[in-house]
């Protein structure tokens, strides 16, 4: 759940267990682990024997691109979005044994590692569940199980001009933050801190990473200026921003 330390991401080539060692690792933690306690993303990339790369659940998720909705097979992540209380910016991940049912930290008495209903985590904690996904750290984790995947590297091609943001044009945000230093859990607290650097976000205003209307001014602001958003600044994070958001990205493709 809460923000880890940064470490070195995993190399290229990296060896991937089978989805039965990833389970029987999660299960051995099962009643023990109460030292894991908010720190979700953590153990499940110990699972798979993963260094450390991300540092929340949620940049993990952010980080995805072959997402699945309903029951998880064994041995891969599963994600949910917590949607209030102090971890609502990290957000959780489990490791699925299948069956409906996930190995998670937090859950057990005494907050310990627990196995648990996917559907009974989800009501107990009220958070909602996203979904699990084939790839995790950039590394397939199902259909092959070892097939390694490039989309962590900064777009070769331009970004497809959506209307809405996509995984691959939030992490290319992500990445344009890290090149300048910006390497906070929430990618939307970077952006504030990375707007007001710029003289977009008042010095009053709350680094809070909530991406509200004043963040989205500043933004909206930031892109007029670019000559990539020529309409009004209304705070709304929609179609029009968007577009211009990500003709941006890809202006900046060419210097990373």
Same mark, same amino acid.
């Given at each position: 759940?809460?923000?880890?330390?940064?470490?070195?991401?995993?190399?290229?080539?990296?060896?991937?267990?089978?989805?039965?060692?990833?389970?029987?690792?999660?299960?051995?933690?099962v009643? +023990?682990?109460?030292?894991?306690?908010?720190?979700?993303? /953590?153990?499940?990339?110990?699972?798979?024997?993963?260094?450390?790369?991300?540092?929340?659940? *949620?940049?993990?998720?952010?980080?995805?691109?072959?997402?699945?909705?309903?029951?998880?097979?064994? %041995?891969?992540?599963?994600?949910?979005?917590?949607?209030?209380? /102090?971890? /609502?910016?990290?957000?959780?991940?489990? =490791?699925?044994?299948?069956?409906?049912?996930?190995v998670?930290?937090?859950?057990?008495?005494?907050?310990?590692? +627990?196995?648990? !209903? =996917?559907?009974?985590?989800?009501?107990?904690?009220?958070?909602?569940? *996203? %979904?699990?996904t +084939?790839?995790?750290?950039?590394?397939?984790?199902?259909?092959?199980?070892?097939? =390694?995947?490039?989309?962590?590297?900064?777009?070769? *091609?331009?970004?497809?001009?959506?209307? +809405?943001?996509?995984?691959?044009?939030?992490?290319?945000?992500?990445?344009?933050?890290?090149?300048i230093?910006?390497?906070?859990?929430?990618?939307?607290?970077?952006?504030?801190?990375?707007?007001?650097?710029?003289?977009?976000?008042g010095?009053?205003?709350?680094?809070?990473?909530?991406?509200?209307?004043?963040?989205?001014s500043a933004?909206?602001?930031?892109?007029?200026? /670019?000559?990539?958003?020529?309409?009004?600044?209304?705070?709304?994070?929609?179609?029009?921003?968007?577009?211009?958001? =990500?003709?941006?990205?890809?202006?900046? !493709? !060419?210097?990373?």
């Open positions: 759940m809460t923000a880890q330390i940064l470490s070195d991401p995993p190399r290229r080539g990296l060896a991937v267990p089978r989805p039965e060692v990833r389970v029987e690792r999660a299960r051995a933690a009643g +023990a682990g109460a030292e894991l306690s908010g720190m979700c993303e /953590k153990f499940v990339r110990t699972c798979f024997g993963f260094p450390a790369r991300y540092p929340s659940a *949620r940049q993990a998720w952010e980080a995805t691109t072959r997402r699945r909705r309903g029951e998880p097979p064994p %041995g891969v992540p599963v994600f949910w979005d917590i949607t209030s209380g /102090k971890n /609502k910016d990290f957000d959780h991940v489990a =490791i699925s044994v299948g069956g409906g049912s996930c998670s930290t937090s859950a057990g008495p005494g907050r310990t590692v +627990a196995l648990v !209903r =996917i559907e009974e985590l989800t009501a107990r904690w009220g958070m909602q569940y *996203r %979904g699990w +084939a790839d995790y750290h950039g590394v397939v984790v199902h259909e092959g199980d070892a097939a =390694i995947m490039t989309e962590d590297a900064w777009p070769t *091609r331009d970004l497809p001009t959506t209307t +809405a943001h996509t995984a691959q044009s939030l992490r290319a945000w992500r990445q344009l933050m890290a090149s230093g910006l390497t906070d859990p929430v990618l939307e607290l970077a952006m504030q801190r990375w707007l007001r650097r710029l003289g977009h976000y010095d009053s205003w709350l680094l809070d990473g909530q991406f509200g209307v004043e963040s989205v933004l909206q602001r930031f892109l007029v200026t /670019k000559g990539l958003y020529p309409h009004e600044v209304d705070g709304w994070r929609g179609p029009l921003t968007v577009r211009a958001e =990500i003709r941006y990205l890809n202006d900046q !493709r !060419r210097y990373l």
